[in-house]
């Protein structure tokens, strides 16, 4: 069973924080030729109240589960990177 918790600060997944990623983040990940799978889960969109999608990537030789972000474009960081349905990811 799959559990998140979010506050101001740290996305958790079953009790292990999140890492993040973002667009170009993934890019040098390809230019690099490592390794990476993704997966959709399904989440209720807080302001809306609307399931959305996100993404979280499983990135070859590491542990950490990386959630797919915006870069941060102001002091308050982040912003998840929220689709209305995943999207077709060939790799």
Known sequence: MEQVVVDRNLIMLDG??????TPSGLSKWKSE?????????????ECEHKEKYRCLYKKEGS????????APS????FNVILFDQPPQMRH
């Open 33 to 45: 030729g490592v390794s990476f799978n993704c997966r959709y889960d399904q989440i209720t969109e």
């Open 74 to 77: 102001s002091p308050e960081g």
């Open 16 to 21: 292990k924080p999140l890492a993040l990623v």
């Open 63 to 70: 542990p950490d589960t990386f959630l797919l972000v915006n």
